[in-house]
């Protein structure tokens, strides 16, 4: 009975993996619109962009598991991904697409009762993630842009979700950060390939360290200034006062420190995972929505 019950826990803790909770953080873009917007406390739109999140995350862990099908023979050469439950055989093909199908379902139908514009932007997100699935990740240069662009779908949800506006700033800062992750993290496909011999995805062979390493310093530094024009922005500046321009601070920072981890450490990886255990980044990220927590809410 006992051997039973382990082998039963493992089953669950596979299908649970195939789901990649630990990605949903990634969902909380959603929020952001509601935040800058200074109407973070209102109970009736949280819970519609908690719903919401709920809905995205149904369907981000849906193409999860259609990229793991996919990707199956890759992902057993890749010296990490070869662990995911598909690729080691923990979980059967066929289950895996009842669960795909089953993910669709639920979060598409949740977002059609949330809100029609929702449910439509989620259909672009999964149109783009079918696509990415099928070929276009394979494409250098445009397989980063279809990664940012789910960043910036998710944004531009919650606005919608909670009917608050989302500037033009925060949609270029919003891109500007996602391209520079999903750079990152291509990096680490092209060391991985370098050290092991083995053609992690086709669109590797469209980089290499000299012209990623390029991009990455390039996208840091617009960050960099983009943020600060936004900070000193007229609009900005008469809404949140003048002091925004410290908070510029902690993203230096914090791009520094990412910096410092792809190009030093030479352990970029995947963001969430940095943000689960990289301490500095943690430090910096809470500091950067403390300080704006207080100038929006409190200042």
């Not at 995911?84 to 923990?90: D, H, K, M, T």
């Not at 276009?136 to 279809?146: A, S, V």
């Not at 510029?248 to 030479?266: D, N, P």
Request: glycine residues 8%; proline residues 2%.
């Amino acid at each position: 009975m006992q051997q039973v019950a382990i082998s039963q826990k493992s089953v669950v803790l596979a299908y649970l993996k195939l789901l990649r909770p630990s990605q949903w953080a990634k969902n909380l873009f959603i929020f952001i619109p509601l935040f800058f917007e200074g109407h973070f406390f209102e109970l009736e739109l949280l819970l519609k962009l908690g719903v919401a999140f709920v809905s995205f995350s149904a369907v981000c862990s849906a193409i999860y598991v259609l990229n793991d099908y996919r990707d199956i023979e890759a992902d057993q050469a890749h010296p990490t991904k070869c662990e995911r439950p598909l690729a080691s055989g923990e979980v059967s093909k066929g289950a895996g697409l009842v669960l795909m199908s089953l993910l669709a379902l639920v979060g598409l139908g949740v977002g059609l009762l949330l809100n029609v514009w929702f449910f439509l932007i989620l259909l672009m997100y999964v149109g783009i993630n079918i696509g990415y699935s099928f070929g276009l990740k394979h494409i250098g240069i445009l397989d980063i842009f279809l990664i940012a662009s789910g960043f910036l779908l998710r944004t531009v949800s919650g606005g919608i979700v909670a009917d608050v506006p989302v500037s033009q700033w925060l949609i270029i800062m919003i891109f500007l950060l996602a391209l520079f992750l999903a750079i990152a993290k291509r990096r680490d496909d092209v060391v991985l390939g370098a050290s092991s011999g083995v053609l992690i995805r086709k669109s590797v062979k469209n980089y290499n360290l000299e012209f990623i390493n390029a991009c990455m310093t390039m996208i840091a530094g617009i960050i960099v200034v983009a943020y600060l024009m936004y900070t000193i922005s007229d609009e900005v500046v008469m809404r949140l006062g003048e002091h925004l321009v410290y908070t510029s601070v902690f993203v230096i920072a914090g791009l520094m420190r990412y910096l410092q981890i792809t190009l030093v450490e030479k352990n970029s990886g995947s963001p969430t995972k940095l943000l689960y255990k990289d301490s500095f980044i943690q430090i910096t990220l809470v500091g950067w929505i403390l300080s704006f927590f207080w100038l929006i809410y409190l200042g």
